[in-house]
């Protein structure tokens, strides 16, 4: 009698795309392992990820803002949610794998470090290879989490994860190395793009640090003047444009150029303005002196780390601990080990 899962696979090959990636032809886990009688593979790895604690403490760790006062700002869980929504939605217009998309989706950001971009750009000026979030989400998946012997996640799942990063570059990659092997890969990375550069501004624009009318006319003209419509503008030209080619993700030329442009305006206005850079300074200061204490002080980081196997060079076991603090881990830490305690008066 066939499982479900098998049920489940059967049904996967009839309705997707032909460009879809099927759960059943996954290239397969670094560690072999009995399959789920109820769930694909790309299930398993989804709900893997969910239940993981480095995906528990996205919650509290920063967007773009710094440790904010208000309810309704992004942290790096409430971006990712956000992500792996636009993903499945496009993924469901183009016929392609949702779970795969989802896992990927959830777990592109498990490598933030706290304070967002601050901590990962003072980690990379200070650890020894240097340190990048995508990279360092692979890491936690294949090697952190659950005490060291990682998720054990398939092949197609950690590749998106690893190539979801873009920086600066190409909104979509024309390079194949910079791809991931899957649509579903390719979809997370855009839709990644299209969350942030869309709530971001949302933010910003609560936070006081730009007004509506700011925003570049031509984005607003092209994109609108709301957080739906900017993604509604953008999800749509994905899917319509992609469904002409079929297997390579397209957006149209107008949309294409004020996504660029609006990612642009982000940069000059809002991740490098004066304002928000001056926390970023200090939450880059609290990861080096945290980094160095911890060098120095191999005792008292066991202690605090509690971690008595160094199964690899003490730079990186100290990284990989500072990387998965939250924003309100770090800071209470940083007190307790930098600033003066007052005195007790009797």
């Given at each position: 009698?066939?499982?479900?899962?098998?049920?489940?696979?059967?049904?996967?090959?009839?309705?997707?795309?032909?460009?879809?990636?099927?759960?059943?032809?996954?290239?397969?886990?670094?560690?072999?392992?009995?399959?789920?009688?109820?769930?694909?593979?790309?299930?398993?790895?989804?709900?893997?990820?969910?239940?993981?604690?480095?995906?528990?403490?996205?919650?509290?760790?920063?967007?773009?803002?710094?440790?904010?006062?208000?309810?309704?700002?992004?942290?790096?869980?409430?971006?990712?949610?956000?992500?792996?929504?636009?993903?499945?939605?496009?993924?469901?217009?183009?016929?392609?794998?949702?779970?795969?998309?989802?896992?990927?989706?959830?777990?592109?950001?498990?490598?933030?470090?706290?304070?967002?971009?601050?901590?990962?750009?003072?980690?990379?000026?200070?650890?020894?290879?240097?340190?990048?979030h995508n990279e360092q989400s692979l890491r936690i998946v294949d090697k952190i989490e659950y005490g060291g012997k990682g998720l054990n996640l398939t092949y197609e799942v950690r590749d998106g994860i690893l190539k979801h990063s873009k920086g600066r570059g190409e909104i979509i990659p024309t390079s194949e190395e910079n791809k991931a092997i899957t649509l579903e890969g390719q979809v997370v990375r855009i839709a990644d793009i299209i969350a942030y550069i869309s709530h971001d501004v949302e933010d910003a624009i609560r936070a006081g640090i730009i007004?509506?009318?700011?925003?570049?006319?031509?984005?607003?003209?092209?994109?609108?003047?709301?957080?739906?419509?900017?993604?509604?503008?953008?999800?749509?030209?994905?899917?319509?444009?992609?469904?002409?080619?079929?297997?390579?993700?397209?957006?149209?030329?107008?949309?294409?150029?004020?996504?660029?442009?609006?990612?642009?305006?982000?940069?000059?206005?809002?991740?490098?303005?004066?304002?928000?850079?001056?926390?970023?300074?200090?939450?880059?200061?609290?990861?080096?002196?945290?980094?160095?204490?911890?060098?120095?002080?191999?005792?008292?980081?066991?202690?605090?780390?509690?971690?008595?196997?160094?199964?690899?060079?003490?730079?990186?076991?100290?990284?990989?601990?500072?990387?998965?603090?939250?924003?309100?881990?770090?800071?209470?830490?940083?007190?307790?080990?930098?600033?003066?305690?007052?005195?007790?008066?009797?």
């Amino acid at each position: 009698m066939r499982c479900l899962r098998e049920i489940l696979e059967e049904k996967e090959a009839k309705i997707l795309s032909p460009y879809a990636a099927l759960s059943a032809k996954s290239k397969g886990r670094i560690h072999p392992e009995p399959e789920c009688p109820l769930r694909t593979a790309f299930q398993r790895d989804r709900d893997r990820i969910i239940h993981s604690k480095a995906f528990r403490r996205l919650k509290h760790k920063t967007q773009v803002f710094l440790s904010p006062t208000g309810d309704h700002y992004r942290t790096r869980l409430t971006h990712t949610l956000e992500v792996s929504q636009i993903a499945r939605t496009i993924a469901r217009c183009l016929a392609l794998n949702e779970d795969l998309t989802e896992a990927i989706a959830l777990g592109h950001d498990l490598g933030h470090t706290p304070f967002g971009h601050a901590g990962e750009e003072a980690l990379n000026e200070i650890v020894p290879g240097g340190f990048a979030h995508n990279e360092q989400s692979l890491r936690i998946v294949d090697k952190i989490e659950y005490g060291g012997k990682g998720l054990n996640l398939t092949y197609e799942v950690r590749d998106g994860i690893l190539k979801h990063s873009k920086g600066r570059g190409e909104i979509i990659p024309t390079s194949e190395e910079n791809k991931a092997i899957t649509l579903e890969g390719q979809v997370v990375r855009i839709a990644d793009i299209i969350a942030y550069i869309s709530h971001d501004v949302e933010d910003a624009i609560r936070a006081g640090i730009i007004k509506e009318n700011d925003i570049p006319i031509f984005c607003q003209k092209i994109l609108g003047n709301t957080h739906a419509k900017r993604i509604n503008t953008m999800v749509s030209s994905l899917v319509t444009e992609t469904l002409k080619k079929e297997n390579q993700l397209t957006l149209s030329e107008d949309v294409l150029e004020a996504m660029s442009i609006l990612r642009d305006f982000l940069f000059e206005r809002v991740y490098l303005n004066p304002k928000v850079r001056k926390d970023f300074e200090k939450a880059k200061r609290v990861i080096k002196d945290l980094y160095f204490k911890f060098l120095e002080d191999k005792k008292l980081f066991i202690e605090i780390a509690k971690i008595n196997n160094f199964f690899e060079k003490k730079e990186r076991i100290v990284c990989d601990f500072i990387a998965g603090m939250t924003d309100r881990y770090a800071l209470n830490l940083y007190k307790q080990l930098f600033l003066p305690k007052p005195w007790m008066i009797f």
